[in-house]
């Protein structure tokens, strides 16, 4: 088996991997990025990024470019079927991109990769990580690269091979490799969970036409649906549903760019979701005209115990998970990528102290538990409404902030604990 060496090792290239690699970059350390997909992914179901999450962007050279591709958002409704309970204005914040900027999640990688061209780094795709081991100065870490073979004779189909496999030494392992982390789990850290698991089925569609600017998240007694404007005359819906009907009938997450289906299948899928809007926004008006794509997705609240040991460190959702209204997991996954990469820097060419990550460890789980509600959360005032009284447990998932979280509770009567 060859070996290779690099000061640090990025596992997954989904947005924070890609941002990690970026950012470890920019810092002046020697990168290597492994992904065991083919490619950047085509579609997606995160699609909308925080004000906090534009302004470290912008310190890397891409918000004004991601600007072109997205659609600005400057408020998040809250309603009950048809009655709208409040509304959260990031107009109003002290940011410098007073919005959500919600943009396809492909336009997001394609950015962030390209970007890393320039740095002179190439994402390795089909490369799959495989396990470590944890030396005293360094990992070694082993890759394996795959390939596919065409088997069987009456009824073809392709089969993942492992090419070769391949020693690769280096000073620090960043895990962001999304929720079935594999790092994670060669790590061998557990999790906490702060909830059910929930399943939401999403529709991307073309509107007969044009919706307000904003995200309107309706949460009606028994489930979380969310509408959101996409650039273009395009819109999602995502309907929390009933575990015991959500049949897996929809396209996985697909990394081509085209969903194949028959006209009879779409038709079938565009009144499903005419009617289900109906049933819980009974303001939705602007009709769905042809569905895009659909997928159905899975979330569980939880979060490790621990984001890693020693020399290998987790981002993003290969650490926590929650559900997907205000897209609180990749966006925290940014922050946390910028001040892992920050401590990897200190400790790599500053010789600074490895007790860098217990903080960040630290630092993050508490922000976590609060975010997830397990200590603190949102909590009501006197003159707070009884709707948002009574749901304030569901809201917390639901405002897209992670630093400024509190100051948008706040302007609905909560105070974020």
């Given amino acids: 088996m060859r070996e290779e060496r690099t000061e640090v090792l990025v596992v997954g290239a989904g947005p924070v991997g890609l941002a990690s690699a970026l950012l470890l970059a920019e810092a002046g350390l020697e990168v290597s990025l492994i992904d065991r997909e083919e490619r950047t992914t085509a579609r997606s179901y995160a699609c909308a990024l925080h004000p906090s999450t534009l302004e470290l962007l912008d310190r890397l050279g891409l918000a004004t470019l991601l600007l072109e591709h997205g659609r600005r958002v400057p408020t998040v409704a809250l309603y009950d079927g048809e009655e709208r309970r409040a509304e959260v204005r990031l107009s109003a914040l002290s940011q410098k991109f007073p919005f959500l900027l919600i943009l396809p999640q492909s336009a997001l990688e394609t950015a962030l990769e390209q970007r890393l061209r320039k740095a002179g780094i190439i994402v390795n795709w089909n490369h799959r990580f495989a396990g470590f081991q944890d030396e005293t100065a360094e990992v070694a870490a082993i890759i394996e690269e795959l390939g596919g073979t065409s088997t069987g004779y009456i009824v073809p189909h392709w089969e993942t091979i492992v090419k070769r496999r391949t020693t ?43 919706g307000e600017d904003e995200v309107r998240i309706v949460l009606d007694n028994a489930s979380t649906n969310v509408l959101w404007p996409l650039p273009g005359n395009k819109y999602r819906w995502t309907f929390q549903m009933a575990e015991a009907g959500a049949a897996a009938v929809f396209p996985e997450k697909e990394r081509r760019a085209a969903r194949l289906a028959s006209p009879v299948v779409d038709e079938k899928i565009r009144q499903y979701v005419q009617k289900i809007a109906g049933e819980r926004a009974p303001w939705f008006s602007m009709g769905v005209k042809e569905i895009t794509w659909c997928t159905r997705v899975v979330f569980e609240h939880e979060l490790v115990r621990q984001f890693g040991r020693n020399r290998c460190w987790l981002a993003g959702d290969a650490a926590h998970q929650t559900g997907p209204a205000g897209v609180q997991s990749m966006n925290a996954g940014f922050l946390e990528a910028e001040a892992l990469a920050e401590s990897v820097r200190k400790v790599v060419r500053e010789n600074g102290s490895m007790q860098l990550f217990e903080a960040y460890n630290r630092q993050w789980r508490e922000q976590w538990r609060r975010l997830l509600g397990l200590a603190g959360g949102l909590k009501g005032r006197a003159q707070t409404s009884e709707w948002i009284r009574g749901r304030a447990g569901r809201i917390l998932p639901c405002l897209p902030g992670v630093r400024d979280l509190g100051e948008m509770a706040r302007q609905i009567g909560l105070e974020f604990e």
């Fill in 168 to 210: 690769l030494r280096a000073q620090f392992i960043v895990g962001a490799d999304g929720r079935h982390s594999m790092v994670r789990q060669r790590l061998g850290l557990d999790s906490e969970r702060a909830g059910g698991t929930e399943s939401f089925a999403a529709y991307e569609f073309e509107a007969e036409k044009a």
